[in-house]
């Protein structure tokens, strides 16, 4: 469908469009659908822009990535369907594998992620191994790689199901979250959480990551000591209370 720019929603409907195409290639699950629902709701509750405390949580989670012995960015369906050229970006700005991993189990639509993202540029893609899973986890995100999430020790995970970022914490791993909900388990277990759309945290992401590459690892630990994300949720939540 063709979405005239003038319309006042313009941006909302092309992530919709995004969602529903996705749903189309088999990228994207149909409860993803659900899912972007959600999201659009709390996106209109903190104003649909990018906040100063989520900028904030950007700057760290840039931070916390560079400083990482062995980043992994993990994508499901709906990021993949939103910013798949974002995530190749950050992928090779980081030399950090895009990892497949999808709550509603599908062999096909996992081979059609990772196709979707070498479209739009992505070099090093893997998928889950059965014969490999993190503990204190039953459903099908317990399937890891052992070359991506079993070794890694910062795992970015936007659009999470709450179970899992939790999980990966009892792992030992740190975890950055993107979730427009300040109240879900997710944002609630991650190190840092990124209470934005996917869709205006990922070019600030790399936009933050090309800046602090420059930056001496003290400069980065100091901007990772500093972040409190329990502080970060709280003042997000307040954001949604003010409007
Ligand atoms: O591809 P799969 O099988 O892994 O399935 C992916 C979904 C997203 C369907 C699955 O992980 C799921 O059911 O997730 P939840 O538990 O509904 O959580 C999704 C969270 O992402 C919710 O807290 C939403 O508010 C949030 N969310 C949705 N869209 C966006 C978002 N956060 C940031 N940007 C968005 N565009």
């Not at 090093?124 to 503990?135: C, E, G, M």
């Not at 869709?199 to 901007?223: D, G, Q, V």
């Amino acid at each position: 469908m063709k979405i005239p720019k003038s319309h006042p929603r313009y941006e909302s409907l092309m992530m919709r469009e995004l969602i529903a195409k996705g749903v189309e290639k088999g990228i994207t699950s149909q409860h993803g659908l659900i899912a972007h629902g959600r999201g659009e709701a709390f996106d209109y509750l903190i104003g649909e822009k990018t906040s100063i405390v989520a900028k904030k949580s950007i700057d760290s989670a840039a931070a916390l990535l560079l400083l990482a012995k062995q980043p992994v960015i993990s994508v499901n369906g709906n990021a993949a369907a939103l910013v798949p050229k974002e995530l190749a970006t950050l992928s090779s700005l980081l030399n950090a594998p895009l990892e497949v991993n999808i709550f509603h189990p599908s062999k096909k639509r996992e081979l059609r992620i990772k196709a979707h993202l070498e479209n739009y540029g992505a070099k090093n893609v893997l998928l889950p191994d059965k014969r490999y899973k993190i503990r204190f986890l039953e459903s099908n995100r317990k399937y890891i790689n052992p070359n991506g999430i079993l070794k890694a020790d910062v795992v970015f995970v936007p659009l999470e199901d709450g179970d899992r970022a939790e999980a990966l914490i009892k792992n030992g791993k740190k975890i950055i979250a993107v979730d427009l909900n300040p109240l879900a388990r997710t944002a609630n277990n991650a190190t840092v959480t990124i209470v934005d759309n996917i869709t205006r945290a990922m070019p600030l992401l790399i936009k933050a990551t090309n800046r602090h590459k420059k930056y001496a690892r003290r400069k980065l630990e100091s901007i990772v000591k500093n972040f409190n994300n329990k502080e970060t949720l709280k003042e997000a939540i307040k954001q949604i209370r003010r409007l």
